[in-house]
């Protein structure tokens, strides 16, 4: 069964620090690895996405690095701002009929 | 990119009774998608709606209880019937191709 676990599943961190958020799947086949941003009663919002041959990608101050031997992949947010307080959801697609597998996310607070 | 609305935003509906959820997209699209999001859990896609055909739904949800219409390329609804309070949830319209998903802002449905 395709999964993608997230850890951990929640961060509070002060502003201005960084952050490393990480996602584990076992999805097969494997096409493209998303990470998302969901702010509260908001829809998710697309930040990265990484195909095999990507290792690393950015957005601003978002990182996404994708290992697809060990099938893992880790999202880096520098210099944190209030706005991110968010969940952040991993999805990965097999590639079949928009077929995605989502994690539950990982809710991240930034504190003053 | 897609810009999503969906009406209500969110509603608390009383057991037995059924919600249609509308979703507009600003543009042409072919398949457009229905998720739910329960409440600490990941978004489980509900049904892929196609113009045109009848709406595919996966596997533990049927069309008697989530009956879908689609009757243009812009528009879809989504209608929750006989609710109990095991349908509280988060519903989201999408719209995607193979690279990018694009999600509504959500309806957030309490059944007391």
């Known amino acids: 069964k395709n999964q993608v676990e997230q850890s951990p599943q929640s961060l509070i961190i002060l502003e201005g620090k960084n952050c490393t958020l990480q996602?584990?799947?076992?999805?097969?086949?494997?096409?493209?690895l998303r990470w998302y941003k969901q702010d509260t009663g908001r829809g998710p919002v697309s930040l990265t996405i990484?195909?095999?041959?990507?290792n690393t990608k950015s957005n601003g101050r978002y990182t996404a690095t994708l290992d697809a031997d060990t099938k893992q992949s880790s999202l880096h947010i520098t210099a944190s701002q209030l706005s991110d307080s968010a969940s952040y959801i991993c999805?990965?697609?097999?590639?079949?009929?928009?077929?995605?597998?989502f994690g539950t996310g990982t809710r991240l607070q930034v504190t003053l | 990119s897609a810009v999503i609305s969906q009406k209500p935003s969110r509603d608390i509906c009383q057991r037995g009774t059924s919600l249609t959820i509308q979703c507009q997209v600003d543009?042409?699209?072919?398949?457009m998608f229905w998720y739910r999001q329960q409440p600490g859990q990941s978004l489980t896609l509900i049904a892929t709606?196609?113009?045109?055909?009848?709406?595919?739904?996966e596997s533990g949800f049927v069309i008697d209880k989530f009956p879908i219409s689609r009757p243009n390329l812009t528009f879809s609804t989504l209608t929750v019937s006989n609710m109990s309070p095991e349908d509280s949830s988060i519903y989201l319209c999408?719209?995607?191709?193979?690279?990018?998903?694009?999600f509504g802002p959500g309806t957030r449905l309490t059944v007391t």
């Open positions: 999408s719209v995607g191709g193979d690279s990018e998903q694009y």
């Open positions: 996602c584990n799947y076992t999805v097969s086949p494997f096409s493209n």
């Open positions: 990484m195909t095999f041959s990507e």
């Open positions: 999805v990965v697609d097999d590639g079949t009929a928009s077929k995605l597998t």
């Open positions: 543009s042409q699209v072919t398949m």
């Open positions: 709606a196609n113009q045109g055909s009848e709406a595919t739904y």
